[in-house]
């Protein structure tokens, strides 16, 4: 069985990392201070931009550049750093939680929810065409800058947001979409599949540590794509952010394809709900987590939006202006070269591993921190494979000219090293 077909489940774009967010500032050892930068390479959600803003001290001003390999990556990042953003006036807390959550994790959402996203789609649309116009750096948000973009990318990225903004009369149907996933997924197994979900559940998620997730959110999700039914309701409007095209070659021709092409095995409980700074969510009761990863998500998501609005002492997010949070799409070779022209202090790498290469180490900072998602959680690579990628990792990266961390790591979800100073 070749790679590709192995990583069926994974999908091929990355709408939500496979690992728990991180404050990265906080990994190196001692913690950078004062004016820092952060590249983050095909990332595909901002967990981790969050997770970092909310840690930030008074005197600290973060550059967080963030650069994917697809349009609607871009698009969707932006749409969630907009919500995660939003001033309390604009969105109380709660409900930017659960809009954050339906449109982070579920395949289908709410009519209010949706009503949502066509107002926040407007201003984004509004904002990438004020860009293009007058090049001055116009934004929706003052911490999100797409300036970087070529005209062509701010094009596709403006008919992104203006699709999400007027939907088809005949919208595509999610639930069919999915479904096509699961059964190119399970093949022969699609008809016992309630039996495929039991397995990953048990034998793959729960021994990797992720026994928080409860088998009926896990297998809603599986069946149908919605990760978090916080609030009553119906889920039945397709989630526009999480469609995308995939090219296929027929009969010699290619012909593009929307639907839904992502992760379909390991979960968006990936990112908020496994892990957490307040033990009392991770309780016990029969050798049973009294908590949901759903419960979890929310929690950390109401802490790190309180963070936001309280950081320092300032009450609202506004005062985050100084932080300049940049997307852009790495379709090209100097686009890389455009989003490093300031020194790294720290870099993480997911799903574009292949493109490092020594030239990074040149606008890197001495003694910056290199973070490589590792494979943990991808639950269609055996232990065997698993292991395989950890050492591909680390010879990639120190070719490129990095080491492995001195600092003692016992996150195995993530690879750690540095640059020598001498570099």
């Given amino acids: 069985m070749s790679m590709g077909q192995t990583l069926e489940g994974t999908g091929c774009v990355t709408w939500w990392g496979f690992g728990p967010a991180r404050d990265l500032l906080e990994i190196g050892v001692p913690r950078p201070q004062g004016e820092l930068n952060v590249l983050l390479v095909g990332s595909g959600d901002p967990r981790h931009v969050l997770k970092t803003i909310a840690g930030l001290k008074d005197t600290d001003s ?3 550049w963030v650069i994917e390999n697809s349009m ?5 990042q932006l749409l969630l750093l907009y919500v995660a953003l939003s001033s309390p006036g604009s969105m109380g807390m709660q409900e930017k939680t659960e809009v954050f959550l339906e449109l982070f994790g ?7 929810t949706a009503d949502k996203l066509k107002h926040i789609a407007a201003r984004l649309f509004l904002s990438v065409t004020e860009t293009m116009d007058t090049d001055t750096g116009a934004h929706t948000h003052p911490c999100l800058d797409t300036t970087l973009l070529k005209f062509k990318e701010r094009d ?3 008919q992104i947001f203006k699709q999400w903004q007027r939907p088809p009369v005949t919208p595509l149907s999610m639930s069919k979409a999915w479904d096509t996933r699961v059964r190119q997924h399970l093949g022969g197994r699609y008809d016992t599949r309630k039996g495929c979900y039991d397995w990953d559940l048990a034998m793959k998620l729960y021994d990797r540590g992720c026994g928080v997730i409860q088998k009926q959110e896990y297998d809603r999700w599986r069946e149908s794509g919605v990760a978090f039914e916080i609030r009553e309701g119906l889920y039945c409007i397709a989630n526009p952010s999480l469609l995308s095209m995939r090219v296929f070659s027929r009969k010699g021709d290619k012909v593009g394809v929307q639907g839904y092409w992502g992760d379909i095995v390991s979960s968006p409980y990936l990112s908020f709900g496994i892990e957490t700074d307040d033990k009392e969510l991770l309780k016990r009761q029969n050798n049973k987590f009294v908590k949901s990863a759903q419960e979890v998500s929310l929690a950390n998501l109401q802490m790190l939006f309180n963070s936001l609005c309280t950081r320092a002492g300032h009450t609202h997010v506004s005062q985050l202006t100084r932080d300049s949070i940049v997307n852009t799409a790495d379709t090209q070779s100097e ?5 490093t022209s300031h020194q790294t202090d720290c870099m993480i790498v997911y799903s574009m591993v292949h493109h490092l290469d020594s030239s990074l180490t040149q606008t890197t900072a001495p003694d910056a921190v290199l973070i490589v998602e590792l494979a943990k959680y991808l639950l269609d690579l055996s232990k065997e494979q698993q292991t395989v990628f950890a050492t591909k ?6 070719e490129a000219g990095f080491v492995p961390s001195d600092t003692r790591n016992d996150d195995d979800a ?4 540095t640059l020598p100073k001498d570099q």
């Fill in 106 to 112: 579920n395949s289908e959402i709410r009519s209010q």
């Fill in 62 to 64: 973060l550059h967080v």
């Fill in 414 to 417: 993530y690879a750690m090293f």
């Fill in 156 to 158: 596709v990225l403006a």
């Fill in 72 to 76: 609607e990556v871009v698009a969707r």
């Fill in 335 to 339: 686009k890389k070269q455009d989003a």
């Fill in 393 to 398: 990792v680390s010879e990639i990266a120190q």
